[in-house]
């Protein structure tokens, strides 16, 4: 299992970002697949996870302004960010729960800072 997770960087606050996880490694179409991230000093919090049947969770912090979906053919998760807050910033990680094991992609850094 491979999970590669892209697209983070430097914005201002009110800016937007995408996130990708490019998955490899088992059948992407039937499991949930998630986000979750880790600010300097704090634990991993979740994000956002979307089922194989596309049905949608997020975070009360995130709720309107993250939109996760899931490209099947593509094998690759995405996470719309829009309005982002510097509290946003933090290490963005993909991650599958397979077999009854978890699995965590490298994160990608998102600094949301003026």
């Known amino acids: 299992v491979q999970l590669q997770a892209s697209g983070g960087g430097l914005v201002q606050p009110g800016g937007s970002l995408r996130l990708s996880c490019a998955a490899a490694?088992?059948?992407?179409?039937?499991?949930?697949l998630g986000w979750y991230r880790q600010a300097p000093g704090k634990q991993r919090e979740f994000v956002a996870n979307?089922?194989?049947?596309?049905?949608?969770n997020y975070a009360d912090s995130v709720k309107g302004r993250f939109t996760i979906s899931r490209d099947n053919v593509k094998s690759t998760m995405y996470l719309q960010m829009v309005s982002l807050k510097p509290e946003d910033t933090a290490v963005y990680y993909c991650?599958?729960?397979?077999?009854?094991?978890?699995?965590w992609g490298r994160g990608t850094q998102v600094t949301v800072s003026s």
């Open positions: 490694g088992f059948n992407f179409r039937l499991n949930t």
């Open positions: 979307i089922t194989s049947g596309r049905t949608t």
């Open positions: 991650h599958l729960v397979y077999r009854d094991r978890d699995y």
